[in-house]
């Protein structure tokens, strides 16, 4: 019984998984809406899978991929590896001062991208830990990159992430759920929270939907795993 416990997330984490469910359904509608930009930057896009020498490069990834989800037990049992690793490289969001950027701009870093959003209650709940992560871990070779997907201006999640004491993130975001809609036709995104980890050339060695305690032991040796053996 006690092996099976470590198998599996928390009860109250289950929970809060179902409740993003129900949330799915809603997004895939909300997000055929055209909305305004984010952080007052225009709309961005987010790239298609394609055959292009990024992708190349990352399906030869595809060992790695198995070995690092290998890793992936206890409380992030549910990450599962790239089936095939793909580019993430040109995934389009906001950063913290709020010019656009792209994946691509974290080059050399290993990162455990997060999308969440205010309304999401797993997204609420883990975001202390996804901090606690970032605040151990977070080097210039590993960083957690937690994209805010609210719409909207950015004063209610900030009003958040100041309530709860998260002081260790940057603030990225995504107001008009093109990020998300992208992921979900790659069929990486079923609803929120979503998280991928992607290596440091950009592509996506695993990734999993729903909430998970990210500061636990379980997910530190996940993170030890993905970084270069060299680094």
């Known amino acids: 019984m006690a092996d099976r416990k470590k198998l599996m997330p928390t009860a109250r984490l289950l929970l809060m998984a179902l409740v993003a469910g ?3 359904g809603a997004i895939a509608v909300y997000a055929s809406i055209t909305l305004s930009g984010n952080n007052g930057a225009p709309p961005v896009q987010t790239a298609k899978v394609d055959d292009s020498a990024d992708n190349a490069a990352c399906k030869m990834k595809a060992e790695r991929a198995k070995a690092v989800s290998a890793a992936a037990t206890g409380e992030v049992a549910a990450m599962l590896p790239a089936d095939p690793p793909q580019s993430l490289k040109e995934l389009a969001f906001n950063a913290p001062d709020g010019k656009p950027m792209t994946l691509a701009d974290h080059a050399g870093k ?6 969440w959003a205010t309304w999401c209650a797993p997204c609420r709940a883990e975001m202390p830990a996804l901090n606690a992560l970032q605040k151990e871990m977070g080097s210039d070779r590993f960083e957690v990159v ?3 997907v609210d719409t909207g201006d950015d004063e209610k999640p900030k009003k958040f992430l100041s309530e709860i004491g998260v002081d260790g993130l940057g603030f990225y975001r995504e107001s008009t759920l093109d990020l998300f809609n992208g992921l979900k036709k790659r069929g990486l995104a079923l609803g929120l929270p979503v998280t991928l980890l992607v290596d440091g050339d950009g592509c996506l060695l695993a990734n999993m939907n ?4 990210w500061s636990s032991a379980d997910a530190k040796r996940l993170i030890e ?3 270069p053996a060299d680094g």
Request: charged share 5%; hydrophobic share 70%.
């Open 146 to 148: 937690a994209i805010n």
């Open 110 to 115: 290993t990162l455990l991208v997060n999308l």
């Open 225 to 227: 795993a993905a970084l």
């Open 22 to 24: 129900a949330f799915a």
């Open 210 to 213: 729903g909430p998970a305690e």
